[in-house]
């Protein structure tokens, strides 16, 4: 199972832009399916986008589309998360998350390895 770490939170003023990194140890990160997660105060880990293995499929919920682009580089073993146009409502921890060989899924618990989160937080 591969050890995730994310990096490039902070503290941005609405309209603004991210672009979260989500490094992986371990062999074949190419056979991980990916997701960014994220878990505002008080509520649930929900599914912000997704991408294949060798980055071919991609896919984002409605509140992401248009706004936030996830990518992967498997030569460097990192995903991204590019967020722009940055809303107050998209505060919270993001996590990326892996699943060897797997769909794309929005569930929480279709995904085995987790990182530890970096915080997001968009003023207004």
């Known amino acids: 199972q591969v050890q995730l770490v994310e990096s490039g939170g902070g503290l941005v003023q609405a309209g603004d832009s991210l672009k979260l990194s989500c490094e992986a140890s371990?062999?074949?990160?190419?056979?991980?399916?990916m997701g960014w997660f994220r878990q505002a105060p008080g509520k649930e880990r929900e599914f912000v986008a997704g991408i294949s293995g060798n980055g071919g499929n991609t896919y984002y919920t409605d509140s992401a589309k248009g706004r936030f682009t996830i990518s992967r580089d498997n030569a460097k073993n990192t995903a991204y998360l590019q967020m722009n146009s940055l809303k107050p409502e998209d505060t919270g921890v993001y996590y990326c998350a892996g699943e060897r060989y797997g769909l794309i899924r929005v569930q929480v618990n279709a995904y085995a390895a987790w990182g530890q989160g970096t915080q997001v937080t968009v003023s207004s």
């Open positions: 371990g062999r074949f990160f190419q056979i991980y399916t």
